[in-house]
């Protein structure tokens, strides 16, 4: 088992430094869980910690789901079969730039529910994530026989708030539900947020990427004695939609780690393996004062971090530089570094056939509810996705600005079936011109959710659209509401014509699309879209995430697991801008790279 002493910490009684690397189950298709666990115990660390995100487990009709790609327990023991002890960090707050922070969107529905407070409702919600979490997780514990050697409590909640009786309801219900391993908090390092994150008697860390003397002297000023550990310490960094990709120079990394590690102290590298938020479970930041204001910062749906394993499993500059330094400090594996996975040959998939989506797809994938006025996605069950809005403006009428209000994330409007413009969240005060002849129009308004926010106090992230729509100054009311959470396109009839008004898509029609490719056999792609706009990619059913021209990704992962031998289906939701060709490449393109603030570490 895991503790410690004034020293540091103490492993079956034997002092024992803990160097960890993150790699997140939940990022990773599962039957390459144990490749990527062999790579990170190459790299040279004893212990690997992941998160576990409530919203990821629990299903839609609410019950809570622990197989498959689910199936944390199976992880936990592949890592002890390579000889890794673990941590886990099982929230019920996460942030990891996952979608909502791991907490589930249907918490925001809940009339007056606080989050991360000793607010009863949200309590009683935590507890019940608790109940069903917990007893997956106590076979795995040291005590045992295990290899779960911590568990931490909450996350960096100090950079969120101070509530103590949160943070202490959270460590007795652990341990009431039979958690005995060491438990401990994770806070940056700044006197705030150790202030406002810390739980006396439990062992606090820190979370920085350099500078480490001085960063673990704020530490030490909230915790006398005991071991000093980076919990997460940053060795690259997330990236967001329409900024470059981040990277960190191999050698000032490796020198930051190698400072950090001659003063004794226990690390996370955070990442050691980042890889992918498939489908639609990237979250967002928010850099303003309130909820809606402009600010909104969508993560991408890759998360390679500029890690030393990189999103397909390479082993990077950085995981030789990095190694170096960690075999100055532990002894290194025995074993030859592993291989690298194989890739496909490149090919080029010209668009097959497709459906229009309002004109064709609508009935397929939703069925319409009435209601008096726009409904956000969570009040009608949704938690990711697009959400379709449609009324009638009365005619006729002047040009007047149409305007939404509370809108959240990216709004395409139509007017009888013809696009109007584009509305987006981090312009709140724009407009589309819109007039009506003797008829009126029907009017159509498609919005994206681009990822609930996961981190800082706007988390109170509703989708879809909020307040309501106005023409002039005058509020629009009988609404045809359809959620599109897009989790199953097995009911879309493809044809070969998407039957638009001139036979084929224009710019801001949205459209599905369908390709072939044919493999030998399955192995690592990149997919990529030149000459596309923006929308989805899914492959065999399978919806490997988004894309978008405004970068800087410009390639999505599709690991050989989803592939078939023979032919495989793709299907594009085309949002924005129709091109032609899909392709398959044998490397991964991130989009032009830049160097992480470095504030940021």
Same mark, same amino acid.
């Given at each position: 088992?895991?503790?410690?002493?004034?020293?540091?910490?103490?492993?079956?009684?034997?002092?024992?430094?803990?160097?960890?690397?993150?790699?997140?189950?939940?990022?990773?298709?599962?039957?390459?869980?144990?490749?990527?666990?062999?790579?990170?115990? /190459?790299?040279?660390?004893? =212990?690997?910690?992941?998160?576990?995100?409530?919203?990821?487990?629990?299903?839609?009709?609410?019950?809570?789901?622990?197989?498959?790609?689910?199936?944390?327990?199976?992880?936990?023991?592949?890592?002890?079969?390579?000889?890794?002890?673990?941590?886990?960090?099982?929230?019920?707050?996460?942030?990891?730039?996952?979608?909502?922070?791991?907490?589930?969107?249907?918490? %925001?529905?809940?009339?007056?529910?606080?989050?991360?407070?000793?607010?009863?409702?949200?309590?009683?919600?935590?507890?019940?994530?608790?109940?069903?979490?917990?007893?997956?997780?106590?076979?795995?514990?040291?005590?045992?026989?295990?290899?779960?050697?911590?568990?931490?409590?909450?996350?960096?909640?100090?950079?969120?708030?101070?509530?103590?009786?949160?943070?202490?309801?959270?460590?007795?219900?652990?341990?009431?539900?039979?958690?005995?391993?060491?438990?401990?908090?994770?806070?940056?390092?700044?006197?705030?947020?150790?202030?406002?994150? =810390?739980?006396?008697?439990?062992?606090?860390?820190?979370?920085?990427?350099?500078?480490?003397?001085?960063?673990?002297?704020?530490?030490?000023?909230?915790?006398?004695?005991?071991?000093?550990?980076?919990?997460?310490?940053?060795?690259?960094?997330?990236?967001?939609?329409?900024?470059?990709?981040?990277?960190?120079?191999?050698?000032?990394?490796?020198?930051?780690?190698?400072?950090?590690?001659?003063?004794?102290?226990?690390?996370?590298?955070?990442?050691?393996?980042?890889?992918?938020?498939?489908?639609?479970?990237?979250?967002?930041?928010?850099?303003?004062?309130?909820?809606?204001?402009?600010?909104?910062?969508?993560?991408?749906?890759?998360?390679?971090?500029?890690?030393?394993?990189?999103?397909?499993?390479?082993?990077?500059?950085?995981?030789?530089?990095?190694?170096?330094?960690?075999?100055?400090?532990?002894?290194?594996?025995?074993? !030859?570094?592993?291989?690298?996975?194989?890739?496909?040959?490149?090919?080029?998939?010209?668009?097959?056939?497709?459906?229009?989506?309002?004109?064709?797809?609508?009935?397929?994938?939703?069925?319409?509810?009435?209601?008096? /006025?726009?409904?956000?996605?969570?009040?009608?069950?949704?938690?990711?996705?697009?959400?379709?809005?449609?009324?009638?403006?009365?005619?006729?009428?002047? !040009?007047?600005?149409?305007?939404?209000?509370?809108?959240?994330?990216?709004?395409?409007?139509?007017?009888?079936?013809?696009?109007?413009?584009?509305?987006?969240?981090?312009?709140?005060?724009?407009?589309?011109?819109?007039?009506?002849?003797?008829?009126?129009?029907?009017?159509?308004?498609?919005?994206?959710?681009?990822?609930?926010?996961?981190?800082?106090?706007?988390?109170?992230?509703?989708?879809?659209?909020?307040?309501?729509?106005?023409?002039?100054?005058?509020? %629009?009311?009988?609404?045809?509401?359809?959620?599109?959470?897009?989790?199953?396109?097995?009911?879309?009839?493809?044809?070969?014509?998407?039957?638009?008004?001139?036979?084929?898509?224009?710019?801001?029609?949205?459209?599905?699309?369908?390709?072939?490719?044919?493999?030998?056999?399955?192995?690592?792609?990149?997919?990529?879209?030149?000459?596309?706009?923006?929308?989805?990619?899914?492959?065999?059913?399978?919806?490997?995430?988004?894309?978008? /021209? /405004?970068?800087?990704?410009?390639?999505?992962?599709?690991?050989?697991?989803?592939?078939?031998?023979?032919?495989?289906?793709?299907?594009?939701?085309?949002?924005?801008?129709?091109?032609?060709?899909?392709?398959?490449?044998?490397?991964?393109?991130?989009?032009?790279? =830049?160097?992480?603030?470095?504030?940021?570490?």
């Amino acid at each position: 088992m895991l503790g410690y002493d004034a020293d540091g910490f103490v492993r079956d009684g034997v002092p024992h430094r803990v160097v960890a690397g993150a790699v997140h189950y939940f990022r990773v298709h599962p039957e390459l869980w144990e490749d990527r666990l062999r790579r990170v115990r /190459a790299l040279g660390v004893n =212990t690997v910690d992941t998160y576990v995100p409530w919203n990821f487990h629990e299903l839609p009709d609410g019950t809570v789901d622990f197989t498959g790609w689910r199936d944390v327990a199976r992880f936990v023991r592949l890592a002890a079969g390579l000889g890794l002890d673990v941590i886990l960090r099982p929230g019920p707050y996460i942030c990891a730039e996952w979608e909502f922070g791991g907490l589930p969107a249907r918490l %925001l529905a809940v009339d007056g529910l606080r989050l991360r407070c000793a607010d009863p409702a949200y309590l009683a919600e935590v507890d019940g994530w608790f109940d069903a979490l917990v007893p997956e997780m106590l076979p795995l514990l040291a005590s045992r026989g295990g290899p779960v050697v911590a568990m931490q409590v909450e996350n960096e909640y100090g950079s969120y708030g101070d509530d103590a009786a949160y943070l202490a309801h959270l460590r007795d219900g652990l341990v009431r539900r039979g958690v005995d391993c060491l438990l401990f908090t994770t806070d940056g390092a700044h006197d705030t947020m150790q202030q406002g994150g =810390t739980i006396p008697g439990l062992l606090a860390t820190a979370t920085f990427g350099s500078r480490a003397p001085e960063r673990l002297a704020v530490l030490r000023r909230h915790q006398d004695e005991g071991p000093l550990t980076a919990m997460e310490f940053w060795i690259g960094w997330f990236d967001q939609w329409g900024l470059p990709h981040h990277v960190r120079d191999p050698k000032e990394t490796a020198s930051s780690l190698d400072e950090l590690l001659a003063t004794g102290a226990s690390v996370s590298l955070y990442m050691a393996h980042g890889g992918t938020s498939f489908g639609l479970w990237s979250g967002a930041n928010h850099s303003g004062t309130h909820p809606l204001d402009a600010g909104y910062e969508p993560t991408v749906t890759s998360y390679d971090y500029d890690a030393p394993i990189g999103e397909a499993g390479e082993l990077t500059e950085k995981f030789h530089a990095l190694r170096e330094v960690i075999g100055r400090h532990l002894p290194l594996p025995d074993a !030859e570094l592993p291989d690298p996975p194989p890739r496909v040959a490149p090919q080029r998939l010209e668009r097959a056939d497709g459906r229009a989506l309002l004109a064709q797809a609508l009935d397929a994938l939703s069925q319409p509810r009435r209601h008096a /006025a726009p409904l956000p996605m969570e009040r009608l069950g949704q938690d990711r996705g697009l959400i379709h809005y449609r009324t009638r403006v009365p005619g006729p009428r002047p !040009e007047l600005p149409l305007r939404i209000d509370g809108l959240a994330d990216r709004a395409q409007v139509f007017a009888d079936g013809r696009p109007l413009g584009v509305l987006e969240r981090n312009s709140p005060g724009a407009t589309l011109p819109l007039a009506t002849g003797p008829d009126g129009v029907v009017l159509d308004i498609l919005v994206e959710a681009l990822g609930r926010v996961n981190y800082g106090p706007q988390m109170d992230d509703r989708k879809g659209i909020t307040r309501g729509v106005s023409h002039g100054h005058q509020r %629009l009311f009988d609404w045809q509401i359809r959620p599109l959470p897009l989790t199953d396109l097995s009911a879309l009839r493809f044809t070969d014509d998407v039957e638009a008004r001139d036979g084929e898509p224009g710019d801001g029609e949205p459209a599905f699309h369908r390709f072939t490719a044919e493999l030998p056999s399955p192995a690592d792609a990149f997919l990529a879209l030149p000459d596309w706009g923006r929308g989805l990619l899914w492959l065999n059913g399978f919806l490997l995430g988004r894309h978008c /021209a /405004a970068g800087p990704q410009r390639t999505l992962y599709a690991p050989a697991p989803l592939w078939r031998p023979g032919a495989n289906e793709l299907v594009v939701l085309e949002l924005e801008r129709h091109g032609t060709a899909l392709e398959l490449r044998d490397r991964p393109d991130l989009g032009p790279v =830049t160097a992480a603030p470095s504030s940021e570490y």
